[in-house]
């Protein structure tokens, strides 16, 4: 990267930043429905190597996408530009945490360099997104407090890209910890780290490597499912939402809700968030078989109550049940393709990536994909010799 920066923009000095991506531990299409999500940071990312100008230019340079070259802009040129592609993101940033009174009064020369897996739903755009503010912050010497950052990259996702996205995955990226889980109420912003220090495992995640394909009207169906089953729920209780609910106040008033499919999509929303508050108590005991179990819980649930998993997935998933020194695995994001995580005895990982890769390569025709990820430290800066994964 320093490399690149130097035949890009001259010999500087330069400081470097990184954002990670991450990945949803437990609980899945439970924050539009007033409950928790279980998220932690990888150690794949995103890295920018940045240095001031004397000027007002902006010159963004990706080495994932060398196509597009150097896109510049001036200070004063902060609007969504499409011809832009991916440097909207971090131009969207620098607009708003412009109007937020930080003041940028010159402009800077940036390389990015990601190692996300592409395509895996790991959220490389929230990643770049929070390196930028990362690298903001520390150029322009802010003292800027983190779940603000952590905003205004969400702000950048629905207002300035148009993404209709809720706040996990910029808060789990900004505030990410080494050997830790992070419970967060999507709602209150509350938040408690889960120890989750894998001395002897791994996480390993598995992309079915088909494009997920949770279409618009699938996802409002889910939603509006959920939202009858409070609206007829509220006959007797006094709820918002159905992540207020503990499983047995669902099993004593589950009769008010009609259909018996919305009553399943509600169950699923209700049993996941208290998976999810169940995680944490298991992590802090240290009881990571009862973690994995949950785990597993939280796929039968996706797949025959929330019904979002699909063949794919659920080929992976079953895979992985089958092998030895596996602690749990289910499908994590929004389902209908992207990826899986299992968690594996680190002395199993190779036998488990041939053997479920053959068994998903045999029942669906094309290979999975498989990466070995540590849990890592949120987005910071770091030490210029620092070695890229």
Not at 197 to 213: A, D, G, S, Y
Request: charged share 30%; glycine share 8%; aromatic share 10%.
């Amino acid at each position: 990267m320093n490399e690149t920066f130097k035949r890009l923009f001259g010999e500087r000095e330069t400081r470097k930043f990184f954002a990670p991506g991450r990945i949803n531990l437990i609980g899945e299409h439970t924050d539009y429905n007033g409950g928790h999500v279980f998220p932690a940071t990888i150690t794949y990312g995103t890295y920018a190597v940045a240095a001031k100008r004397d000027d007002r230019r902006i010159n963004l340079y990706s080495m994932n996408f060398e196509d597009k070259g150097v896109i510049s802009f001036s200070l004063d040129e902060l609007d969504y530009d499409e011809a832009h592609n991916w440097a909207n993101y971090p131009k969207g940033m620098i607009r708003y945490l412009q109007a937020e009174d930080r003041p940028i009064d010159q402009g800077f020369d940036v390389v990015f360099y990601g190692n996300i897996p592409n395509g895996a739903g790991l959220s490389s755009s929230a990643s770049i997104e929070i390196v930028t503010g990362v690298m903001l912050e520390s150029l322009f010497e802010w003292d800027l407090d983190r779940v603000d950052m952590v905003k205004i990259g969400q702000k950048v996702e629905n207002e300035f890209m148009g993404v209709n996205s809720g706040i996990m995955d910029q808060f789990a990226i900004g505030m990410g910890k080494k050997g830790a889980g992070i419970l967060l109420d999507c709602n209150t912003l509350k938040y408690e780290y889960a120890p989750l220090e894998l001395e002897k495992e791994q996480v390993i995640i598995m992309n079915t490597n088909k494009r997920r394909e949770l279409s618009d009207s699938k996802y409002n169906e889910r939603r509006s499912e959920c939202d009858l089953a409070v609206e007829q729920l509220q006959q007797e209780l006094s709820i918002e939402t159905l992540g207020e609910l503990t499983e047995e106040e669902f099993q004593a008033n589950k009769h008010l809700i009609e259909s018996d499919i919305v009553k399943k999509r509600a169950k699923h929303a209700v049993y996941e968030n208290q998976r999810t508050i169940q995680a944490l108590e298991a992590l802090k005991k240290g009881d990571l078989d009862r973690f994995g179990a949950l785990m597993n819980d939280s796929h039968v649930s996706l797949q025959q109550d929330y019904e979002v998993t699909g063949e794919e997935l659920d080929a992976l998933v079953e895979a992985a049940w089958d092998q030895d020194g596996v602690i749990g695995a289910r499908m994590t994001g929004a389902g209908f393709g992207g990826c899986a995580i299992a968690i594996v005895k680190t002395d199993q990982v190779d036998a488990f990536r041939e053997n479920v890769g053959s068994k998903y390569k045999e029942k669906i025709g094309y290979e999975a994909t498989f990466y070995v990820a540590d849990i890592g430290d949120g987005a910071r800066e770091i030490e210029t010799n620092e070695v890229i994964q």
